[in-house]
């Protein structure tokens, strides 16, 4: 263990959600933070009152930093901010949601005018193509001062803005060098410095780490000095694989939010809802089962996904945006973090939900492998987890894993908590590799996918997956009496869901996922 970590690993050191600007006022003695006690599992902006709205695409790269590192500073304070709107994706949804339903008013803005409303006198300077965009994005946190492109200090300067720290020529090591301790150890950002504005604002407002370096020792070093079950949210380089960075998250006990395409988080983070419920016909309890049929459902994949949800997942038609959505039982993944990083967003699609029943994506909280987890963070993972789970009344997680579907000591830390009625196992590949096996730990099942649509896969295709079902056992008193298919989101769409549908024989029946671990856990246990 390395000196830093000895000296600076250490729980719940950060910032408290909507710390007052006064505070921060800019400097570069960085100020020492209190700890978190707002009960969220995630930092949290205040709410906002009233929302200067900017288009994105009208601002330029350089731009989009100032205003997204003033964003967070400002979702501090609550009251007056700004928001990123991008009209074709959900970003409009959740703007016109957040108007309709929690009462915040908006009226078109301004960038410098906001600026100058906003009582911040202070920017960090930074160089477009050099690391130091996250560094002076992590600074501005510490600082309270914005983001400032080299391009644009002049406009700065005649905006009253004086120039606080010049990180033009500095690296992420040097901020760990010489700021880790005053950072956030339960969340760090890792988001690459070509996109200007994405996940800048949620950095800026929580004071955490912004960082990029590939699948380096470096790397390895920042997730090794964070907390035990600590998020780094964007994504890796996955150039070679996602279990490049995944893995290494793992072992360290630290598990991955995918979100580094994800804009407005400290915005949508200020709404608070403390429970939310599914609308969702027909889940969440066991049906009386028929002797002769053999139930089925249909689950998507990659439900961990925060930029996905934020952005064409609820207008896209393949996905949640389908007209035909509705006619059938339908599984869907979603993350439980959303219950405190973007409530207005869960609780929309929780509305919208007809026939939609929704499940945690793998592998729980966030992205990792539970068998290369440590015992002590896989602990506090899951009691995390399950809290999470009653406020977002959700019941079911996936997992995805390698070779550890019958471990079934792992699968105790998830299921002995009362909120989790059951698991649903994806091998890492095949995802349906186990065909449909099921092993029990704490009285209750863990469910391997039987079968899934994934195009250009064997036995993947519609036709097959139709056969396969119209095949399959009918014996509700079996674990072979059930099947989960689990259809891969970037290659197949609720259509070809519904070609298989369309398809079935009339004893194979339908369910939401929740209710198929409900009868199998009541019906089929040993």
């Not at 909120?419 to 590799?433: N, P, Q, T, V």
């Amino acid at each position: 263990m390395s000196d830093r970590r000895r000296l600076t690993r250490r729980h719940a050191l950060g910032l408290t959600a909507g710390l007052g600007l006064a505070s921060l006022a800019p400097s570069v003695a960085v100020p020492s933070f209190a700890s978190a006690s707002t009960g969220a599992a995630y930092p949290k902006g205040q709410r906002p009152r009233l929302l200067n709205v900017l288009t994105e695409d009208s601002l330029s790269p350089a731009e989009r930093t100032l205003a997204t590192t003033l964003q967070g500073l400002l979702a501090r304070r609550g009251g007056e901010s700004l928001y990123l709107n991008i009209p074709s994706l959900g970003y409009q949804i959740w703007l016109d949601d957040i108007v309709s339903r929690y009462g915040v008013r908006t009226r078109p803005g301004d960038l410098w005018t906001t600026v100058t409303r906003s009582g911040i006198d202070g920017y960090v300077l930074f160089r477009t193509g050099t690391p130091s965009v996250n560094v002076a994005t992590t600074l501005s946190g510490l600082t309270g001062a914005v983001a400032v492109e080299e391009s644009l200090e002049a406009l700065a300067v005649q905006h009253g803005l004086r120039k606080v720290l010049d990180v033009r020529d500095k690296d992420d090591r040097w901020v760990l060098d010489n700021y880790w301790p005053r950072l956030r150890h339960d969340v760090a950002i890792e988001q690459k410095g070509d996109w200007p504005e994405r996940l800048r604002d949620y950095v800026t407002m929580a004071g955490t780490l912004a960082f990029f370096d590939g699948n380096s020792d470096f790397r390895a070093e920042v997730v090794d000095a964070l907390d035990d079950d600590a998020t780094v949210i964007g994504w890796g380089d996955a150039s070679n694989g996602e279990d490049a960075f995944i893995g290494v998250n793992s072992a360290a006990g630290v598990k991955a939010l995918p979100a580094d395409h994800a804009r407005n988080l400290s915005v949508l983070s200020g709404i608070r809802e403390d429970r939310l419920t599914q609308s969702g016909g027909g889940g969440g309890r066991a049906l009386e089962p028929d002797p002769n049929a053999h139930y089925v459902t249909f689950l998507i994949t990659d439900g961990d996904n925060i930029q996905w949800m934020l952005g064409d997942f609820p207008t896209d038609p393949r996905w949640f945006g389908s007209p035909r959505r509705g006619e059938v039982d339908l599984g869907w993944g979603i993350s439980p973090s959303l219950i405190d990083l973007a409530p207005s967003v869960m609780r929309w699609y929780y509305d919208q939900s007809r026939k939609d029943r929704w499940v945690v994506g793998p592998s729980g909280g966030g992205y990792m492998y539970p068998s290369r987890y440590p015992a002590a963070a896989l602990d506090k993972h899951t009691a995390s987890l399950a809290k999470a789970m009653g406020r977002a009344d959700l019941s079911v997680a996936q997992i995805i894993d390698f070779d550890a579907f019958e471990n079934t000591s792992l699968w105790s830390s998830y299921l002995k908590r009362r909120e989790i009625d059951g698991l649903i196992y994806l091998e890492y590949s095949r995802y349906d590799g186990l065909k449909g096996k099921v092993v029990w730990s704490e009285g209750k099942p863990v469910i391997s996918a039987r079968t899934m649509l994934w195009d250009g896969l064997d036995g993947a295709d519609e036709a097959s997956v139709t056969a396969e079902l119209n095949a399959a056992t009918r014996n509700p008193h079996s674990t072979a009496g059930y099947s989960v298919v689990v259809w891969h989101a970037w290659s197949k769409s609720v259509d070809n869901v519904l070609a298989v549908v369309d398809g079935l024989d009339p004893h194979v029946k339908v369910v939401p996922p929740d209710t198929l671990v409900k009868m199998v856990g009541q019906y089929a246990r040993p």
